[in-house]
């Protein structure tokens, strides 16, 4: 099959996850074709059957502002006649999907059969854009004009279609990961980097793009509550808006000295390796890749009840879940983990089991498949 990928290039969820699948795909034979602004980071070695098509916009005069989704539109055309695609899928509703939707309009005057678009949701396309009335009606349409729509989770599903009204099938395809890539490695070296050589030094890391919705002001707060009782550091894996409100609370909280700062890393799994505890209060989230990714490298997580979160998670067996603001009862979760070594264990063997039973890439891949086969029947 003859497949074009519609993804960011950033480091967010939704670019790691097309990256990821498209990889996977050109993996079992199929042609794939990533079209995006950038070539995005995961795409950093060179793939047998992927190929990268970088989306130009020129600015002219006449335009306010530049024209992106007229020039993706206009790549996913060229890039469709070129190749020959079955399948347009568009990570990402807006402008994705919407590009993809008037790019099959496009091919539909000249092509017998013009690819099937498929959309996948991934979150804040639903719940920040999506419900934001400057978008909300365009990004109804795109999600209706699709040939298949998946959604990451069923919370996301659920808001999907009370949001926007929408009442068409959206199929549930979970994130998933490379679990031969993803697993814990001896990396003592870097752990006494951050520790000191302290053996009983504890490490908690979080790793997140820093927005408001990732709630920063929570993990220093819960991390401030753990320092008190456990000799430990907190790791800050990641860039965005709210490192200055980390940086400013660990001050006032006189914890300025335990967290350091690491910046946005393409490959986290060294510093997971390291981790004792995971913390990822967040106020939304709908799957919880990162949280996923930690499991799959060993280290217990305790998060909030958000969104998809308790699709991955089971509380008390494969982490511990708390509602979104109790500081308090995610502090206390984190310090028995901390020090109940009998606890992480079992925690942590049961995340891993989890993650290799049900979110592995060779379960998840299929899904889509059988998703472009339907939604190509369907066109």
């Known amino acids: 099959m003859n497949i074009g990928i519609v993804c960011y290039a950033s480091m967010g969820g939704s670019g790691i996850v097309a990256t990821e699948l498209a990889k996977a795909l050109a993996g079992r034979g199929h042609d794939v074709h990533i079209i995006s602004a950038d070539q995005p980071f995961r795409l950093d070695t060179f793939t047998p059957g992927l190929a990268f098509h970088q989306v130009y916009t020129p600015s002219y005069p006449l335009f306010r502002e530049p024209q992106y989704l007229l020039s993706l539109t206009n790549a996913i055309v060229r890039v469709a006649r070129e190749h020959g695609l079955d399948i347009v899928h568009a990570h990402y509703a807006v402008p994705h999907a919407t590009a993809a939707v008037l790019a099959r309009q496009v091919l539909a005057t000249s092509a017998s059969r013009p690819p099937a678009v498929v959309t996948t949701l991934h979150g804040t396309d639903i719940t920040v854009v999506g419900a934001d009335p400057s978008y909300s009606e365009i990004v109804a349409f795109s999600i209706a004009q699709s040939d298949g729509v998946s959604a990451v989770s069923n919370s996301l599903r659920e808001a999907t279609c009370r949001e926007l009204s929408i009442e068409r099938p959206i199929d549930v395809i979970p994130?998933?990961?490379?679990?031969?890539?993803y697993r814990r490695i001896s990396v003592p070296a870097l752990r006494a980097r951050y520790t000191h050589g302290e053996a009983d030094l504890r490490v908690v890391i979080h790793v997140s793009n820093f927005?408001?919705?990732k709630r920063i002001d929570s993990v220093v707060q819960v991390f401030a509550r753990i320092a008190a009782q456990v000799p430990s550091v907190l790791l800050l894996v990641g860039d965005g808006p709210d490192i200055p409100v980390a940086r400013r609370m660990a001050a006032d909280l006189g914890i300025g000295d335990r967290v350091q700062y690491l910046g946005a890393q393409e490959n986290v799994i060294p510093l997971l390796s390291i981790a004792d505890l995971f913390l990822l209060p967040s106020e939304q989230e709908s799957f919880g890749l990162a949280a996923l990714e930690a499991m799959a490298c060993g280290v217990p997580v305790v998060t909030s009840t958000a969104g998809g979160l308790p699709e991955v998670i089971e509380h008390g067996r494969s982490g511990f879940l708390h509602p979104v603001g109790d500081v308090e009862a995610m502090a206390a979760s984190g310090v028995r983990l901390l020090?109940?070594?009998?606890?992480?264990?079992r925690i942590?063997?049961?995340?891993?089991?989890?993650v290799h039973e049900r979110f592995c890439v060779d379960s998840i891949v299929p899904m889509?498949?059988?998703?472009?086969l339907r939604a190509r029947n369907r066109r």
Do not use: G, I, K, W
């Open 368 to 372: 889509y498949e059988a998703h472009y």
């Open 211 to 213: 927005r408001p919705v």
């Open 339 to 345: 020090t109940d070594s009998a606890l992480r264990a």
């Open 175 to 181: 994130n998933f990961l490379d679990c031969a890539t």
């Open 348 to 354: 942590t063997a049961e995340a891993v089991r989890t």
